[in-house]
């Protein structure tokens, strides 16, 4: 498999389960996961899933195979959110306040390549239909082992520099301009 031979297509509803089931599947044990135990874990994080891909600005792109209909293999997918929005701190007054503001770099919650497929260049295919540059600064909200791995240092000390994820699970946890109210704070 060539880079060239990667085509990508929003998800279709008949994707949605392979999707959920291999979101479960390597999500099941990431530390970031919780302490939700195991007896519990599919009926929670499978409702947690289905909640989160029924956003509205919610979008699923899939990497399939080419010159199948419908396509029988999935080489992975990734999960965005477009027009994002945060809580963050702002000074007014005098005072720092919470408030909503739009996040500025794009929202990623989860890519997944199947292993056979790993270094292909799928998820790179994957991000740039996304329109999300690696390369640059964007947000996810679930971790695993392998993001972990990736954003880490090469054998020589460098950091990665493809690698410009920033971890905040609560963009996952709230809707849209519905994130938890705090109390202003003095400086």
Not at 11 to 16: F, K, Q, T
Not at 118 to 125: M, N, P, Y
Request: aromatic share 10%; net charge positive.
């Amino acid at each position: 498999m060539s880079a060239a031979a990667i085509h990508t297509r929003r998800m279709r509803p008949e994707d949605l389960r392979l999707v959920i089931d291999s979101w479960l599947d390597s999500y099941r044990m990431s530390h970031m996961a919780g302490p939700i135990p195991m007896s519990m874990y599919d009926d929670v994080y499978r409702r947690v899933l289905r909640e989160l891909v029924q956003r509205p600005d919610i979008v699923v792109i899939v990497a399939y195979e080419p010159g199948e209909e419908p396509p029988n293999d999935i080489y992975g997918w990734i999960c965005v959110e477009r027009d994002a929005w945060t809580r963050a701190n702002v000074r007014e007054n005098g005072l720092w306040v919470e408030k909503d503001v739009r996040l500025e770099q794009p929202l990623v919650h989860y890519v997944n390549v199947k292993q056979a497929f790993r270094g292909h260049g799928v998820a790179r295919a994957l991000f740039a239909a996304a329109g999300v540059d690696p390369e640059r600064r964007w947000t996810h909200t679930f971790s695993t082992a392998v993001v972990v791995k990736m954003r880490g240092r090469h054998r020589d000390g460098t950091e990665r520099l493809y690698w410009r994820g920033h971890f905040d699970p609560r963009l996952a946890r709230f809707p849209k301009k519905q994130l938890p109210k705090t109390e202003p704070t003095e400086e």
